[in-house]
């Protein structure tokens, strides 16, 4: 595809000549716009807010991507915003290519690259924050959200909620294709910006999709689907020790032929297949099965990202993650069941997430048909199958009917599933909040009234009446523990000289976020370790440990090893049940250092409170791993961590790069060197990948 030159346009002022620019350069690649595409690029270029609510793979991406144009073209500044990271690198990479190096940039929270440049790709939180420092001031003419329904994310909505409180200069391109009602949306927009906001909506689908529920066990249905040739076949499912099971249980089925799997064989003779889990994925692979989720290794997934594009893989067993633009081709989604845990309980698959999983299946220009299929519980299939085995031989069966498991399981049938179809998306929930750093960036707005403006972002907000009146009394607490713990002064009315009435005693660092606040806290307690301790560096990597997130997986095998190994102590010691269960509910994951942990955060946030909102998370792993001179293929045997190998590598990567980054050389000796040296050679020796990226990443910004 030929890249998309600004040079090419003439009178920069000029939308029809922007246009007409943009439109040959899809004539010249070969694209044939869609009616809704046509429509939704016509009303941006009329300076209108536009909301795109059309199916997955119906080309919302083409539509940014005339924005962008246009705001290249323009002198404009656009944001391009994201869910995850990883999005935001390939969005990134992906423009480049159309647009040239020099014209994109990139801000995640712990990489920034070109960040001056016209078109920015960034995470939603990256916005939210501009938008809170600078209000209607900022820097940003354009604005597209991509997965807008990330809106009613009950962790971080209120990122996507923000920008469309503050930044009233704007124009916003809000994409999904799971909106729901966005009425509400339509009159917002218009009523923050002044500007018209078009809804341009179509339920036409590239590849329309076929629905079916099954009762044929599971692994006859899949070798039934691969003979139909309706494969590429993903199987959701909702935990990646489910994914492994359906992979073991495939591997006495046939999917490929002797040629494609001499295809395959050649592709993965330059494969790196080096880590625990790598022998059990190679041989999944070999046999036309592949797996895909977050505890993969990065490389392991690429792979399977490069067979399958290649079509190599028939089989892939992989999380319900394919609903955020998993980079794999398929055909037919299969769900291997319809409820999932949501963190606090389990439920039926809410509507909006069924339809982002069943959006993957049809692949443009492949298929002319998708295929949906949702096999029914289990314990039902089982019932079925000795029923029609009983009948066949002409009686009524006497076994005893199988049940349901117990615990974490709900139920559905096929009605279940029909109502997941025909259901509307829910409507988008608002989950707008005020924390002591939303306070503070606000409050800190240069020639502002910032007590004001802190009234007007919850006047603003999307919450019902009674949640605002909540909001401005939580707002008022947080202020006043700020005035009280000195972080912010009051000016007497006397003595203010223009519309602040604060003095904030402690600015917020440039770019602020939790990253960096956390780092604030680490370079603040740094000194405060003794160097000639024996175990400093140690103890430096268990500061650097608390602020890096939580690798769960993993924390929570250290917590099954030493619960079993407490239970054999006590019942070696003849300690009764009831208090052996006692005993066990104490059990947490090593902490080493954490009064210290704990004693010196309380303190920095009695300076700092923005920093109560993120929290300390005292932890031993990369500790661990370093005292005990232990490989990763170790730890991993060690814990049982196997299907988790893609989050142990991710959480050392991360620990490497906050010693490389944050600890300052004053503060190193030749311990912590050795220590950031084998945690590199570790990640390195593994995948490296991630610090490839990230090193790539460092030059490219002169780092």
């Not at 991993?636 to 944050?662: A, C, D, I, M, N």
Request: net charge negative; aromatic share 8%.
């Amino acid at each position: 595809m030929a890249a998309l030159d600004p040079a090419k346009v003439a009178d920069p002022d000029s939308d029809d000549e922007i246009l007409g620019v943009f439109l040959d350069w899809l004539v010249e690649s070969g694209i044939e716009p869609y009616d809704h595409q046509e429509a939704a690029i016509l009303e941006l270029f009329a300076g209108k807010n536009v909301i795109l609510n059309t199916p997955t793979g119906s080309g919302k991406s083409l539509v940014a991507l005339a924005l962008q144009f246009r705001a290249i073209c323009r002198g404009r500044t656009c944001y391009y915003t994201v869910p995850i990271k990883a999005l935001a690198n390939e969005k990134f990479l992906s423009l480049c290519r159309t647009f040239g190096a020099e014209k994109v940039g990139m801000i995640t929270g712990d990489a920034s690259v070109n960040a001056g440049a016209p078109v920015i790709c960034c995470t939603a939180e990256i916005l939210a924050n501009l938008a809170l420092r600078e209000g209607e001031g900022a820097p940003v003419d354009d604005v597209v959200m991509d997965e807008f329904h990330y809106y009613s994310d009950t962790d971080r909505g209120g990122a996507w909620q923000v920008p469309l409180l503050t930044l009233s200069r704007a124009r916003f391109l809000l994409m999904s294709a799971t909106l729901g009602e966005t009425s509400f949306f339509e009159s917002e927009l218009t009523r923050l910006t002044g500007a018209p906001t078009a809804l341009v909506k179509s339920e036409d689908r590239p590849v329309p999709l076929e629905f079916e529920y099954s009762t044929t066990q599971l692994e006859e249905k899949v070798e039934e689907l691969v003979e139909a040739g309706k494969a590429p076949i993903y199987l959701v499912h909702f935990t990646q020790l489910g994914c492994a099971r359906t992979a073991q249980n495939l591997m006495s089925r046939n999917f490929c032929s002797k040629t494609e799997k001499e295809r395959i064989a050649e592709m993965l003779e330059e494969a790196d297949f080096r880590s625990p889990y790598g022998k059990d994925l190679k041989k999944l692979l070999r046999h036309g099965l592949g797996i895909h989720h977050a505890g993969l290794l990065p490389k392991y997934r690429v792979l399977v990202e490069r067979l399958a594009q290649a079509g190599l893989l028939k089989v892939i067993c992989g999380t319900d993650t394919l609903g955020v633009g998993v980079n794999v081709p398929i055909r037919t989604v299969l769900f291997t069941q319809l409820f999932k845990y949501g963190g606090t309980s389990t439920s039926i698959l809410a509507v909006r997430d069924f339809k982002q999983i069943c959006g993957r299946a049809g692949r443009r220009g492949f298929d002319d048909i998708g295929y949906v299929i949702a096999q029914a519980p289990e314990h039902v299939i089982e019932n079925l199958k000795a029923e029609e085995k009983a009948a066949a031989k002409g009686k009524k069966s006497r076994a005893p009917k199988k049940r349901p498991p117990e615990k974490g399981f709900v139920n559905w049938d096929e009605k279940t599933f029909l109502k997941l179809q025909e259901s509307p998306p829910e409507a988008l929930r608002s989950s707008f909040s005020v924390s002591h750093g939303l306070l503070l960036q606000v409050l800190s707005r240069e020639g502002e009234d910032g007590c004001a403006a802190v009234r007007e972002l919850i006047r603003r907000c999307h919450e019902t009446d009674a949640g605002k009146r909540a909001l401005r009394r939580r707002g008022f607490e947080l202020f006043r523990a700020l005035v009280e713990g000195k972080v912010l002064e009051i000016v007497p009315r006397g003595e203010r000289t223009g519309l602040s009435k604060l003095i904030l005693q402690d600015r917020l660092p440039d770019e602020f976020s939790m990253h960096h606040t956390l780092g604030l806290y680490l370079l603040e307690t740094l000194p405060q370790l003794d160097p000639e301790d024996g175990d400093y560096a140690l103890n430096v990597l268990s500061l650097v440990e608390a602020i890096v997130e939580d690798p769960g997986a993993v924390l929570r095998k250290q917590v099954d090893k030493l619960k079993g190994e407490l239970v054999a102590e006590l019942k070696a010691e003849g300690v009764e049940y009831e208090e052996r269960m006692e005993r066990l509910m104490e059990v947490e994951h090593p902490k080493p250092g954490k009064e210290f942990i704990y004693t010196t955060y309380n303190e920095f946030v009695v300076k700092h409170p923005w920093a109560r909102d993120a929290g300390v998370r005292p932890k031993s792993v990369a500790r661990e791993m370093v005292e005990r001179h232990e490989s990763f293929e170790d730890y991993v045997k060690r814990y049982g961590l196997e299907r988790s190998e893609g989050v142990l590598l991710r959480y050392l990567s991360e620990v490497y790069k906050v010693l490389e980054q944050t600890v300052p050389p004053a503060l190193r000796n030749d311990e912590i060197d050795a220590a950031a040296e084998l945690l590199e050679s570790t990640v390195r020796g593994v995948d490296s990948s991630l610090l490839d990226e990230w090193r790539n990443l460092r030059e490219m910004q002169g780092g």
